[in-house]
């Protein structure tokens, strides 16, 4: 079974929740990055300059699905929360490649998570670092169409602990994520949808390998004056099987799971500041294909609601700085 990761995660704390006899791998996320992080941004980018942002998250769930059931024949439920607070830097140097605005990234994620009994876990400490070394936008003319494309890095440079390397917050191998985000930005419109899948090495320690995760995360607002407001959306999914390793004698557990969100963003331009908040509940999780015990599917999803806010100013330009309309956070 799964437990979910919350904020550019991510709560490290997966299969921490199931019985030690099942022998996949503990602590494997359910995801690298949490859904709906990106939600507010867009394909477009601000003017050149250096800015900063920081991005603060909680993520109040239950594990919900079959695995649920055997944690609890009770008929309660498993208690999951996270969390979490974010500080990077985006970098617009004004450069353009193929007539596209060359921008790059750089976060560094810090978060704290638990989950109830029968677990009774608790961690706190340093997410991997999430880089994007490369992104490129697209203006199409004066159509208000923008497409983005890049690819993101978690580095595990995170508080990586235990005999799996899955004791705490860090995760001890490499996330690569693709990116595609198209946006449509005219009239004080912001209608985007981001799409990127992660794509995972092994455990460095026990060679375990995580399946790919798919992501969607949907914008829909509407900027007047210095308001913006509008629903926003989010889905993911496990669309690829773990591969196990002989540390754990090569037995796997296949789980796989689709949430679905839906919710509100509320932001304001303050003139140096703009600040975003944005909350979503999840309507729809399921979760299936977990490792048969005593002939139940263990599989299990946390299901939940999520509230971020985001603070974001740029802190150098070439010339008069001015209040980015959208969260920064790409990631």
């Not at 026990?206 to 995360?217: C, E, L, R």
């Amino acid at each position: 079974m799964k437990v979910d990761r919350a904020i550019i995660v991510l709560t490290a704390t997966a299969s921490a929740v199931a019985s030690p006899s099942l022998a996949y791998e503990f602590g494997s996320p359910g995801w690298a990055q949490k859904p709906g992080i990106t939600i507010g941004a867009s394909a477009g980018d601000p003017p050149p300059g250096i800015y900063s942002f920081n991005q603060a998250m909680t993520y109040q769930t239950n594990l919900t699905g079959p695995g649920n059931t055997l944690l609890n024949p009770a008929g309660t439920k498993t208690g999951v929360q996270v969390a979490a607070e974010a500080n990077g830097l985006l970098f617009v140097p004004g450069w353009t490649f193929l007539g596209a605005t060359y921008t790059a990234v750089v976060v560094q994620p810090f978060l704290m998570a638990s989950v109830g009994n029968p677990a009774n876990v608790q961690m706190a400490g340093v997410h991997n670092t999430y880089v994007v070394p490369v992104e490129l936008s697209w203006k199409l003319g004066d159509s208000g169409f923008f497409i983005k494309t890049g690819l993101g890095i978690y580095a595990p440079t995170g508080t990586i602990t235990g005999v799996n390397g899955l004791g705490n917050i860090g995760n001890p191998w490499w996330t690569f994520q693709p990116e595609f985000v198209v946006s449509y930005l005219k009239d004080g419109w912001n209608l985007t949808a981001n799409f990127y899948t992660e794509f995972n090495t092994r455990n460095t320690i026990t060679q375990y390998k995580s399946g790919d995760v798919f992501h969607a995360d949907f914008t829909g607002t509407k900027t007047v004056g210095k308001w913006t407001v509008g629903p926003v959306a989010y889905y993911v999914g496990q669309v690829s099987d773990d591969r196990s390793s002989a540390f754990y004698a090569n037995a796997i557990n296949v789980n796989r799971y689709n949430i679905w969100a839906a919710g509100v963003l509320v932001g304001y331009d303050f003139g140096p500041i703009a600040l975003n908040v944005w909350a979503l509940n999840e309507v729809f999780a399921n979760a299936s294909g977990g490792t048969p015990v005593a002939g139940v599917d263990s599989a299990a999803i946390t299901k939940g609601f999520s509230v971020f806010a985001n603070l974001s100013f740029r802190l150098w330009a070439p010339d008069q700085p001015t209040a980015p309309k959208a969260p920064l956070y790409h990631k």
